[in-house]
């Protein structure tokens, strides 16, 4: 855990920036986004002690009637998760606890005003992922209940129970354990010999 007031937020905003583009952990939240595999999603912004991102904004690089954008963007978390871990490896006074909130749906994205542009995401999909974040769990994905008939092709989800949501009152939400295995990668984890034997 950090404290924010410690030299009047100074470390804080180091620590953030160090996590965020940092040069000790082995992958930074900015480099996996250089990733192939995470292509379409994207840094949205910071907002103080949170990282915002999104998936599939660009309708000429999501691939047609697929799910893939989402996949990437729920492997992103599971990515930002092992840099956090990598990062807490490298400290030895404290850890930093990441909470992840998750969800999808259409949104707004544009930019507003003439100066100091910047570009953001805006609906009730938005809302619910800020909220998923900010009800959910340490160092867990929380999802809405929406989420699971897609993300349970893949992923393993475990009902949590209900959170108020402002505006959306009681929501069922999930937590994301782990990925399914996919069929073939169970036989290859098995060495050959003890696949003749079973
Ligand atoms: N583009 C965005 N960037 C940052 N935060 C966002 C964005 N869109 C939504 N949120 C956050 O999602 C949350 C849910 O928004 P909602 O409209 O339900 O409530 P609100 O009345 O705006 O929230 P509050 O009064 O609690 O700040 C808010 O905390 C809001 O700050």
């Not at 940092?22 to 996996?32: E, I, K, R, T, Y």
């Not at 379409?40 to 009637?65: H, W």
């Not at 393993?156 to 929501?171: I, P, Q, S």
């Amino acid at each position: 855990m950090y404290d924010e007031s410690f030299m009047y937020g100074k470390e804080c905003l180091r620590f953030l920036n160090e996590l965020v583009r940092n040069a000790c952990a082995v992958s930074d939240f900015d480099d996996l986004l250089d990733r192939e595999q995470f292509s379409m999603v994207e840094k949205i912004k910071t907002i103080g002690a949170t990282f915002m991102a999104a998936s599939g904004l660009d309708p000429a690089s999501r691939l047609k009637d697929s799910h893939e954008h989402l996949f990437q963007l729920m492997e992103f978390a599971f990515a930002l998760q092992g840099a956090i871990e990598n990062f807490n490896a490298h400290m030895l006074s404290f850890r930093f606890i990441l909470r992840i909130g998750y969800n999808f749906g259409d949104v707004t994205a544009g930019v507003i005003g003439t100066n100091k542009l910047h570009y953001d995401i805006w609906g009730d999909a938005v809302n619910i992922a800020s909220r998923m974040d900010t009800t959910g769990v340490a160092n867990q994905i929380q999802v809405p209940v929406n989420c699971v008939p897609i993300l349970g092709q893949r992923y393993n989800l475990e009902r949590r129970g209900t959170v108020f949501v402002k505006g959306k009152d009681n929501m069922d939400v999930y937590l994301v354990k782990d990925r399914i295995p996919k069929k073939d990668e169970k036989i290859d984890a098995i060495p050959p010999d003890d696949r003749q034997a079973t």
